[in-house]
């Protein structure tokens, strides 16, 4: 099992090396390198739990990912299995979320509800998507941040959080619009005041991904004047690839 995991990872390590060349190459930009390595750290914590589960059908999956990987020859399987490896199923990949290895992220309103509690909340949302309402200039936005409150100035006097979404009356440049947030277009909160908050990376937008690693305030310099929400996009890189005013997202607890 440990020759296995070894290899697994030699595997995983050798994407994140390809992804680096191409980046070093000039093929691809910093984010998609980033990405790559978020997934290596993702394929190998999932298999780092299955090895650590292993039972007696768990233990026979993995004794056929072996065989597959000529760890170990038939006889071998067959003697230490009862069976011949074709009546064993292999585990499935470790790209693929086991939903019994991965704890279900809490509900996107339980987040928002817990965080507006501390202060302003840094909404971030693909305002591309069916059913968003946010002015027409930034419909065309994957990473568009807004910023809901209780106690802003201006006030959001109609803010709403339910099952299907959040809402509210925001401001822009001194025009009032209200935006409508459906959740399955929210991908990330986070508190405008502690930094604490959650992304749920199946909703990332492909064009966002590996930029939310260093998510943060929104960008001052397209801060509407006298605005009590704000609408921009996340953090934009610095040189080197570090995002400005970086937080590190977290669970909310």
Known sequence: MTELLKRRIGDSLGDVEQALARWRGGDTGEFEAHAEVLR?????????????????????????????????DRSEFCELMG????????????????????????????????????????????????????????RGDPKLVLRFG?????????????????????????????????????????????SRGLVWPDDVPDDVIGELAGAGPHDEADEPEGAGATAATSAKAAPGGKCRKGTHLRLVK
């Not at 993702?42 to 999956?61: K, Y």
């Not at 339980?110 to 501390?118: A, G, N, R």
Request: aromatic share 6%.
């Open 40 to 72: 290596h750290a993702a394929r190998t914590e999932r298999l780092a739990a299955r090895m650590a589960r292993v039972g007696f059908d768990s233990a026979g999956s993995l004794m056929r990912d072996a065989f597959d990987d000529g760890l170990i």
């Open 83 to 138: 069976c011949p490896p074709d009546e064993v199923e292999p585990s499935p990949p470790i790209d693929e979320a086991d939903d019994a290895e991965a704890p279900a992220l809490p509900a996107k309103r339980h987040v928002v509800d817990e965080l507006l509690e501390s202060g302003a909340v840094l909404v971030h949302v693909d305002a591309r998507v069916e059913g968003v309402d946010v002015p027409d200039r930034f």
């Open 150 to 194: 209780y106690n802003l100035s201006p006030a959001v006097p109609d803010l709403a959080v339910d099952d299907e979404q959040m809402s509210g009356t925001l401001t822009f440049g001194g025009v009032p619009h209200r935006c409508v947030l459906p959740w399955y277009a929210v991908y990330a909160v986070v508190s405008d005041t502690n």
